[in-house]
């Protein structure tokens, strides 16, 4: 079944500036994290006190009074769930295992990619956790639930071999997709990235099968720059959209 309103946030974390997206149902209070990858502290203080920086963007509540005059039930984070194990995306991973417990999901064809998260990191200049292992693993094809909270899995290998998009549903409003580092506005994951399976070819041929079926008005979560939707990506994408042609065929994006 799908969800009336979901409360969606997203904090730009790290010094990459990856998009970690906190999705609520209202009715239950029941969360999922999408790809903690970076500053937990920052992330359990928000979902947990309404403490600290907050967001970048949110359809909620903006502080704790605010929150407490709707009337909703508390927020319990249910599942801690991955696009792909990028380390941007999964470093810190451990942290909020720490304090949440609960079960964190990744496909496992990025199981080896999930290994190499603290040495790619310092590779990049930056420090992470000795990595985490997932409990379960994102079935594609599959609508998972997660609490209340249902999300039909896409993977979409090309970016990373187990890359996958979580498609939220959504009654009486656009779907929200959370695509990790396969699309962006205007562009695609890159596919040159050691150890990490990626593939032009294969990138593309995930979009074109997995992603632009999807209604025109679904709403994609990048885990990089800004929202975007199926329709103007599928319409004007230079590296996958219907004009691209041979020419979108540039073998890497614009983002990590």
């Known amino acids: 079944m799908a969800i009336v309103d979901p409360w969606v946030e997203y904090f730009f974390v790290g010094a990459l500036q990856m998009r970690c997206s906190v999705v609520t149902d209202r ?7 999408i790809d903690g990858g970076s500053e937990p502290e920052r992330l ?3 979902i947990d006190r309404f403490d600290g920086q907050g967001p970048d963007w ?5 502080d704790r009074s605010e929150f ?10 249910v599942a801690l769930i991955n696009t792909h194990a990028h380390f941007d995306h999964s470093g810190y991973i451990p942290d909020l295992l720490l304090h949440y417990p609960v079960k964190w999901y990744l496909h496992p064809d990025d199981t080896y990619l999930q290994s190499l998260a603290q040495s790619s ?13 997932a409990d379960e693993p994102l079935i594609e094809k599959e ?3 997660f609490g209340a909270l249902k999300f039909t899995i896409l993977h979409t ?4 071999l187990g890359g996958c998009c979580l498609n939220l549903l959504v009654e009486g409003g656009p779907d929200h997709l959370f695509v990790g580092d396969t699309l962006f506005a205007g562009s695609v994951g890159r596919t040159d990235l050691p150890d990490t399976g990626g593939d032009f070819n294969v990138l593309a041929t995930s979009i074109h099968t997995q992603l632009w079926p999807l209604a025109a008005d679904t709403i994609v979560y990048p885990g990089h720059g800004p929202l975007t939707t199926i329709g103007h990506e599928r319409a004007t994408n230079p590296f996958v959209g219907e004009g691209a042609g ?3 065929s540039y073998g890497r994006g614009k983002y990590a």
């Open 44 to 46: 359990i203080a928000w």
């Open 121 to 133: 990191a310092r590779r990049w200049g930056f420090d992470a956790p000795v990595p985490a292992q």
């Open 58 to 62: 949110s359809n909620g509540p903006s």
């Open 157 to 160: 290998p090309g970016h990373t």
């Open 143 to 145: 609508t998972m639930g």
């Open 246 to 248: 041979a020419q979108g």
């Open 68 to 77: 407490e005059d709707l009337d909703q039930p508390e927020r319990k984070v």
């Open 27 to 33: 009715l239950t209070g029941d969360t999922v994290i």
